[in-house]
Protein backbone atom coordinates (compact mmCIF):
# COMPACT_ATOMS: atom_id res chain seq x y z
CA UNK A 1 0.00 0.00 0.00
CA UNK A 2 1.11 3.40 -0.81
CA UNK A 3 2.36 5.15 2.21
CA UNK A 4 -0.09 8.38 2.68
CA UNK A 5 2.01 11.77 3.15
CA UNK A 6 -0.93 14.43 3.93
CA UNK A 7 -0.48 15.40 7.62
CA UNK A 8 -2.97 14.37 10.01
CA UNK A 9 -4.72 16.38 12.72
CA UNK A 10 -5.03 15.42 16.48
CA UNK A 11 -7.76 16.27 18.70
CA UNK A 12 -7.70 15.34 21.99
CA UNK A 13 -10.58 16.01 24.38
CA UNK A 14 -10.34 16.68 28.00
CA UNK A 15 -14.84 16.80 28.98
CA UNK A 16 -14.51 18.49 32.31
CA UNK A 17 -15.69 21.69 33.48
CA UNK A 18 -15.69 23.67 36.37
CA UNK A 19 -19.11 25.02 35.76
CA UNK A 20 -22.02 24.43 32.51
CA UNK A 21 -22.31 27.83 30.75
CA UNK A 22 -25.64 28.47 29.89
CA UNK A 23 -25.13 28.71 26.23
CA UNK A 24 -22.76 25.64 25.82
CA UNK A 25 -23.51 22.42 24.01
CA UNK A 26 -20.64 21.02 23.89
CA UNK A 27 -19.66 17.54 25.57
CA UNK A 28 -18.86 19.09 28.79
CA UNK A 29 -19.35 17.45 32.37
CA UNK A 30 -19.04 19.16 35.90
CA UNK A 31 -17.88 16.57 38.34
CA UNK A 32 -18.09 17.60 42.20
CA UNK A 33 -16.52 15.00 43.30
CA UNK A 34 -13.49 15.71 41.87
CA UNK A 35 -12.02 13.83 38.46
CA UNK A 36 -9.65 10.96 38.72
CA UNK A 37 -6.74 12.57 36.53
CA UNK A 38 -4.80 9.49 36.65
CA UNK A 39 -7.18 7.44 35.34
CA UNK A 40 -8.64 10.11 32.63
CA UNK A 41 -5.15 10.33 31.34
CA UNK A 42 -3.84 6.72 31.33
CA UNK A 43 -6.88 6.51 28.81
CA UNK A 44 -6.39 9.25 26.70
CA UNK A 45 -2.64 7.62 26.31
CA UNK A 46 -4.01 4.48 25.59
CA UNK A 47 -6.52 5.29 23.09
CA UNK A 48 -4.08 7.09 21.37
CA UNK A 49 -1.59 4.71 21.19
CA UNK A 50 -4.43 2.43 19.76
CA UNK A 51 -5.10 4.88 16.94
CA UNK A 52 -1.27 5.21 16.34
CA UNK A 53 -1.25 1.68 15.92
CA UNK A 54 -4.17 1.35 13.39
CA UNK A 55 -3.33 4.37 11.20
CA UNK A 56 1.08 4.03 10.78
CA UNK A 57 3.92 6.66 10.91
CA UNK A 58 2.20 9.78 9.18
CA UNK A 59 2.88 13.05 9.38
CA UNK A 60 1.33 15.08 11.90
CA UNK A 61 0.58 18.48 11.36
CA UNK A 62 -1.36 20.04 14.81
CA UNK A 63 -2.58 18.67 18.07
CA UNK A 64 -5.59 20.97 19.54
CA UNK A 65 -6.75 19.95 23.16
CA UNK A 66 -10.09 20.96 23.33
CA UNK A 67 -13.30 20.73 26.06
CA UNK A 68 -14.24 20.99 27.97
CA UNK A 69 -11.96 22.96 29.80
CA UNK A 70 -7.82 20.91 28.65
CA UNK A 71 -7.19 23.69 31.06
CA UNK A 72 -7.92 21.83 33.80
CA UNK A 73 -5.64 18.88 33.07
CA UNK A 74 -2.93 18.63 34.79
CA UNK A 75 0.57 19.98 32.58
CA UNK A 76 2.37 16.66 33.16
CA UNK A 77 -0.87 15.16 31.30
CA UNK A 78 -0.35 17.17 28.66
CA UNK A 79 2.89 16.96 28.19
CA UNK A 80 2.55 13.04 28.19
CA UNK A 81 0.58 13.40 25.19
CA UNK A 82 2.83 15.62 23.23
CA UNK A 83 5.34 13.19 23.76
CA UNK A 84 3.33 10.49 22.94
CA UNK A 85 1.43 11.28 19.88
CA UNK A 86 4.98 12.92 18.64
CA UNK A 87 6.99 9.28 18.83
CA UNK A 88 3.76 7.51 17.48
CA UNK A 89 3.66 9.87 14.36
CA UNK A 90 5.90 12.26 12.26
CA UNK A 91 5.37 15.92 13.48
CA UNK A 92 6.30 18.57 10.83
CA UNK A 93 8.77 20.81 11.80
CA UNK A 94 6.19 24.34 12.44
CA UNK A 95 3.77 21.75 14.39
CA UNK A 96 1.05 23.85 15.86
CA UNK A 97 -0.18 22.42 19.25
CA UNK A 98 -3.11 24.46 20.88
CA UNK A 99 -4.87 24.35 24.03
CA UNK A 100 -7.62 25.67 25.21
CA UNK A 101 -8.09 28.15 28.59
CA UNK A 102 -10.18 30.17 30.14
CA UNK A 103 -8.82 33.37 31.75
CA UNK A 104 -9.43 31.85 35.84
CA UNK A 105 -6.75 32.50 38.23
CA UNK A 106 -6.50 28.77 38.76
CA UNK A 107 -6.01 28.36 34.83
CA UNK A 108 -3.80 31.05 34.54
CA UNK A 109 -1.64 29.93 36.88
CA UNK A 110 -0.51 26.94 34.93
CA UNK A 111 0.24 28.80 31.46
CA UNK A 112 3.94 28.62 32.13
CA UNK A 113 3.57 25.25 33.06
CA UNK A 114 1.46 24.41 29.10
CA UNK A 115 4.03 26.39 27.63
CA UNK A 116 7.42 23.97 29.43
CA UNK A 117 5.09 20.86 28.37
CA UNK A 118 5.36 22.15 24.62
CA UNK A 119 1.82 23.76 24.11
CA UNK A 120 3.03 26.76 21.39
CA UNK A 121 -0.56 28.06 21.12
CA UNK A 122 -3.12 29.05 23.70
CA UNK A 123 -6.41 29.49 22.61
CA UNK A 124 -8.16 31.74 25.50
CA UNK A 125 -11.92 31.54 26.42
CA UNK A 126 -12.60 35.68 26.92
CA UNK A 127 -16.16 35.49 25.16
CA UNK A 128 -16.93 39.28 26.58
CA UNK A 129 -14.91 42.49 28.55
CA UNK A 130 -18.17 43.53 29.82
CA UNK A 131 -19.11 42.91 33.32
CA UNK A 132 -22.78 42.08 32.68
CA UNK A 133 -22.38 40.17 30.01
CA UNK A 134 -20.13 38.16 31.75
CA UNK A 135 -22.39 37.33 34.33
CA UNK A 136 -25.15 36.85 31.58
CA UNK A 137 -23.11 34.36 29.64
CA UNK A 138 -22.40 32.18 33.02
CA UNK A 139 -18.20 32.47 33.21
CA UNK A 140 -16.21 32.55 35.95
CA UNK A 141 -14.10 35.26 35.46
CA UNK A 142 -14.56 38.99 35.48
CA UNK A 143 -13.16 41.49 33.12
CA UNK A 144 -9.52 42.04 35.27
CA UNK A 145 -8.62 38.45 34.71
CA UNK A 146 -9.65 38.08 31.15
CA UNK A 147 -7.11 41.28 30.60
CA UNK A 148 -4.64 39.54 32.79
CA UNK A 149 -4.82 36.29 31.01
CA UNK A 150 -4.59 38.30 27.72
CA UNK A 151 -1.67 39.84 28.90
CA UNK A 152 0.04 36.66 30.34
CA UNK A 153 -0.47 34.68 27.31
CA UNK A 154 1.06 36.83 25.19
CA UNK A 155 4.56 36.96 27.25
CA UNK A 156 4.22 33.45 27.36
CA UNK A 157 3.34 31.56 24.04
CA UNK A 158 4.22 32.35 20.19
CA UNK A 159 0.63 32.94 18.97
CA UNK A 160 -2.32 33.89 20.62
CA UNK A 161 -6.09 33.42 20.22
CA UNK A 162 -9.08 34.64 21.89
CA UNK A 163 -12.98 33.66 21.48
CA UNK A 164 -15.72 36.30 21.90
CA UNK A 165 -19.55 35.86 21.59
CA UNK A 166 -21.37 38.87 20.10
CA UNK A 167 -25.14 39.72 19.60
CA UNK A 168 -25.72 39.48 23.02
CA UNK A 169 -28.92 41.09 24.28
CA UNK A 170 -29.12 44.56 24.21
CA UNK A 171 -26.00 44.91 22.04
CA UNK A 172 -25.44 47.82 20.63
CA UNK A 173 -23.17 48.34 17.36
CA UNK A 174 -20.74 51.05 19.39
CA UNK A 175 -20.94 49.35 22.76
CA UNK A 176 -19.38 46.10 20.79
CA UNK A 177 -17.09 47.86 18.98
CA UNK A 178 -15.12 48.97 21.89
CA UNK A 179 -14.85 46.17 23.32
CA UNK A 180 -13.53 44.80 20.58
CA UNK A 181 -10.96 47.21 19.90
CA UNK A 182 -10.22 46.47 23.81
CA UNK A 183 -9.64 42.95 23.49
CA UNK A 184 -7.58 42.76 20.25
CA UNK A 185 -5.38 46.01 21.41
CA UNK A 186 -4.09 43.66 24.37
CA UNK A 187 -3.19 40.64 22.27
CA UNK A 188 -4.08 38.29 19.40
CA UNK A 189 -2.70 37.40 16.29
CA UNK A 190 -6.12 35.19 15.97
CA UNK A 191 -9.74 36.21 16.66
CA UNK A 192 -12.43 33.62 17.02
CA UNK A 193 -15.87 35.73 17.18
CA UNK A 194 -18.89 33.83 17.61
CA UNK A 195 -22.58 35.23 16.89
CA UNK A 196 -24.83 34.10 20.46
CA UNK A 197 -27.12 31.37 18.98
CA UNK A 198 -29.24 29.24 21.40
CA UNK A 199 -28.59 25.40 21.15
CA UNK A 200 -31.44 22.61 22.13
CA UNK A 201 -30.96 21.68 25.60
CA UNK A 202 -28.86 24.35 26.78
CA UNK A 203 -29.75 26.32 29.98
CA UNK A 204 -30.38 29.22 27.56
CA UNK A 205 -32.57 27.42 25.15
CA UNK A 206 -34.99 27.14 28.08
CA UNK A 207 -34.49 30.57 29.61
CA UNK A 208 -35.10 32.02 25.93
CA UNK A 209 -37.89 29.84 25.52
CA UNK A 210 -39.88 31.49 28.26
CA UNK A 211 -38.91 34.98 27.19
CA UNK A 212 -36.01 36.09 29.57
CA UNK A 213 -34.48 37.50 27.07
CA UNK A 214 -34.34 37.96 22.88
CA UNK A 215 -31.36 38.49 20.84
CA UNK A 216 -30.73 40.63 17.89
CA UNK A 217 -31.58 39.26 14.49
CA UNK A 218 -31.73 40.10 10.96
CA UNK A 219 -30.10 42.82 10.08
CA UNK A 220 -29.20 44.30 13.62
CA UNK A 221 -26.99 40.57 13.46
CA UNK A 222 -25.73 41.49 10.43
CA UNK A 223 -24.83 44.57 11.16
CA UNK A 224 -22.67 43.39 14.23
CA UNK A 225 -21.55 40.96 12.02
CA UNK A 226 -19.88 43.80 9.02
CA UNK A 227 -18.80 46.17 12.34
CA UNK A 228 -16.51 42.73 13.77
CA UNK A 229 -14.29 42.79 10.57
CA UNK A 230 -14.24 46.19 10.67
CA UNK A 231 -12.54 46.33 13.87
CA UNK A 232 -10.78 43.24 12.85
CA UNK A 233 -9.26 44.73 9.98
CA UNK A 234 -7.79 47.90 11.99
CA UNK A 235 -5.62 45.45 13.86
CA UNK A 236 -4.31 43.44 10.83
CA UNK A 237 -6.66 40.34 11.04
CA UNK A 238 -8.46 39.39 7.89
CA UNK A 239 -11.39 36.69 7.74
CA UNK A 240 -10.72 33.32 6.67
CA UNK A 241 -13.49 31.45 7.49
CA UNK A 242 -16.89 32.31 8.85
CA UNK A 243 -16.10 33.11 12.45
CA UNK A 244 -12.37 33.22 12.56
CA UNK A 245 -10.32 36.30 11.55
CA UNK A 246 -5.87 35.99 11.60
CA UNK A 247 -2.89 37.73 10.85
CA UNK A 248 -1.06 36.44 7.48
CA UNK A 249 0.11 32.88 8.65
CA UNK A 250 -1.56 32.88 11.93
CA UNK A 251 -5.06 31.26 10.77
CA UNK A 252 -5.22 27.78 12.76
CA UNK A 253 -3.47 25.14 10.56
CA UNK A 254 -5.45 22.82 13.19
CA UNK A 255 -9.10 24.19 12.04
CA UNK A 256 -8.25 24.46 8.46
CA UNK A 257 -7.93 20.47 8.06
CA UNK A 258 -11.22 20.19 9.30
CA UNK A 259 -12.78 23.20 6.66
CA UNK A 260 -10.13 21.41 3.81
CA UNK A 261 -11.23 18.17 4.65
CA UNK A 262 -8.56 16.36 5.64
CA UNK A 263 -7.69 13.18 7.56
CA UNK A 264 -8.06 14.06 11.45
CA UNK A 265 -8.19 11.70 14.63
CA UNK A 266 -10.40 12.06 17.93
CA UNK A 267 -9.12 11.09 20.99
CA UNK A 268 -11.49 11.37 24.42
CA UNK A 269 -15.08 11.47 25.15
CA UNK A 270 -17.00 12.16 22.40
CA UNK A 271 -14.78 12.96 19.68
CA UNK A 272 -14.89 12.47 16.14
CA UNK A 273 -12.61 11.76 13.30
CA UNK A 274 -12.39 11.39 10.03
CA UNK A 275 -9.75 8.94 8.11
CA UNK A 276 -9.63 8.44 4.26
CA UNK A 277 -8.57 4.40 4.20
CA UNK A 278 -7.81 2.99 0.82
CA UNK A 279 -9.95 5.12 -0.71
CA UNK A 280 -13.13 4.33 2.06
CA UNK A 281 -13.71 7.59 4.36
CA UNK A 282 -14.11 6.25 7.77
CA UNK A 283 -16.06 8.18 10.44
CA UNK A 284 -15.29 7.56 13.83
CA UNK A 285 -17.57 9.20 17.31
CA UNK A 286 -16.32 8.07 20.94
CA UNK A 287 -18.77 7.31 23.50
CA UNK A 288 -19.94 11.01 25.16
CA UNK A 289 -20.25 10.08 29.18
CA UNK A 290 -16.44 10.56 30.24
CA UNK A 291 -16.52 7.53 32.67
CA UNK A 292 -18.13 5.22 30.20
CA UNK A 293 -15.35 6.24 27.80
CA UNK A 294 -13.10 5.22 30.47
CA UNK A 295 -14.29 1.89 30.97
CA UNK A 296 -14.46 1.08 27.15
CA UNK A 297 -10.43 2.08 27.06
CA UNK A 298 -9.74 -0.04 30.03
CA UNK A 299 -11.59 -2.91 28.43
CA UNK A 300 -10.97 -2.62 24.72
CA UNK A 301 -8.15 0.07 23.89
CA UNK A 302 -10.43 2.37 22.50
CA UNK A 303 -14.02 4.02 23.49
CA UNK A 304 -15.68 4.26 20.10
CA UNK A 305 -19.45 3.98 20.42
CA UNK A 306 -20.06 4.00 16.34
CA UNK A 307 -17.60 3.57 13.30
CA UNK A 308 -19.47 3.97 9.76
CA UNK A 309 -17.95 3.93 6.12
CA UNK A 310 -19.28 7.11 4.73
CA UNK A 311 -21.11 7.04 1.46
CA UNK A 312 -18.79 9.43 -1.68
CA UNK A 313 -22.19 11.38 -1.35
CA UNK A 314 -21.64 12.18 2.19
CA UNK A 315 -18.28 12.42 2.03
CA UNK A 316 -18.64 14.93 -1.45
CA UNK A 317 -21.49 16.76 0.91
CA UNK A 318 -19.08 16.92 3.94
CA UNK A 319 -16.14 18.68 1.77
CA UNK A 320 -18.40 21.55 0.77
CA UNK A 321 -19.98 22.01 3.79
CA UNK A 322 -16.98 22.69 5.32
CA UNK A 323 -15.12 24.57 2.06
CA UNK A 324 -17.50 26.87 1.89
CA UNK A 325 -16.82 28.13 4.86
CA UNK A 326 -13.54 29.15 4.10
CA UNK A 327 -12.80 32.55 2.84
CA UNK A 328 -10.39 30.62 0.15
CA UNK A 329 -13.58 28.86 -0.94
CA UNK A 330 -13.06 25.53 -2.00
CA UNK A 331 -11.38 23.40 -4.95
CA UNK A 332 -13.97 21.17 -7.25
CA UNK A 333 -11.01 18.72 -7.63
CA UNK A 334 -10.10 18.57 -4.11
CA UNK A 335 -13.84 17.70 -3.41
CA UNK A 336 -13.72 14.97 -5.88
CA UNK A 337 -10.33 13.40 -4.54
CA UNK A 338 -12.01 13.18 -0.95
CA UNK A 339 -14.92 11.84 -2.21
CA UNK A 340 -14.95 9.87 -5.23
CA UNK A 341 -17.73 11.55 -6.78
CA UNK A 342 -17.78 14.36 -9.75
CA UNK A 343 -18.35 17.98 -8.26
CA UNK A 344 -21.64 17.90 -10.81
CA UNK A 345 -22.60 15.25 -8.34
CA UNK A 346 -21.83 16.83 -5.03
CA UNK A 347 -24.15 20.15 -5.75
CA UNK A 348 -27.39 20.97 -7.34
CA UNK A 349 -26.53 22.41 -10.67
CA UNK A 350 -29.94 24.59 -10.75
CA UNK A 351 -29.52 26.33 -7.31
CA UNK A 352 -25.39 26.30 -8.09
CA UNK A 353 -26.02 28.75 -11.28
CA UNK A 354 -29.06 30.94 -9.34
CA UNK A 355 -26.36 31.68 -5.94
CA UNK A 356 -24.14 32.48 -8.81
CA UNK A 357 -26.58 34.91 -10.17
CA UNK A 358 -27.97 36.51 -6.88
CA UNK A 359 -23.90 36.90 -6.14
CA UNK A 360 -23.90 35.19 -2.54
CA UNK A 361 -21.24 32.68 -4.73
CA UNK A 362 -18.79 33.17 -7.18
CA UNK A 363 -16.03 31.54 -8.62
CA UNK A 364 -12.60 32.91 -7.94
CA UNK A 365 -9.82 30.94 -10.48
CA UNK A 366 -10.63 26.96 -9.65
CA UNK A 367 -11.75 28.04 -6.11
CA UNK A 368 -15.66 28.56 -5.81
CA UNK A 369 -16.20 30.23 -2.33
CA UNK A 370 -19.27 32.64 -1.02
CA UNK A 371 -19.11 36.08 -1.48
CA UNK A 372 -19.44 37.98 2.03
CA UNK A 373 -23.13 38.23 1.48
CA UNK A 374 -23.14 34.81 0.65
CA UNK A 375 -21.48 33.95 4.34
CA UNK A 376 -24.19 35.65 5.61
CA UNK A 377 -26.81 33.24 4.17
CA UNK A 378 -25.05 30.36 4.31
CA UNK A 379 -26.99 28.09 6.87
CA UNK A 380 -29.71 28.91 4.64
CA UNK A 381 -28.00 28.24 1.45
CA UNK A 382 -26.52 25.12 2.26
CA UNK A 383 -29.31 22.16 2.41
CA UNK A 384 -30.21 23.85 -0.87
CA UNK A 385 -27.08 23.81 -2.91
CA UNK A 386 -26.16 19.94 -1.76
CA UNK A 387 -27.59 17.09 -3.57
Known amino acids: MARVTEPLALYIHWPFCASKCPYCAFNSHVREAGVDHARFAAALRAELALEGARVGRRPLASIFFGGGTPSLMLPETVAALIADATALFEPTPDIEITLEANPTSVELGKLRAFRAAGVNRISLGVQALSADALRFL ?65 QFATRHARGDFALPEGDEAAGLYHATAEEAARFGLAPYEVSNYARPGAESRHN ?132
Not at 146 to 167: C, G, H, K, N, Q
Not at 311 to 317: E, H, K, Y
Not at 321 to 348: C, H, K, N, W, Y
Open 256 to 387: LAYWRYGDYLGIGPGAHQRLLVAGAMIATRRHRGPEEWAARVERDGHGTAEETTLTPQDRGREALLMGLRLVEGVQPSRIEARSGLAFAQTVDPAMLAACLDEGYLEWRGEMLRATDEGRLRLDALLPALLR
Open 138 to 202: GRRHDAGEAVAALELARTTFPRVSFDMIYARPGQGDAAWRAELRQALALAADHLSLYQLTIEPGT
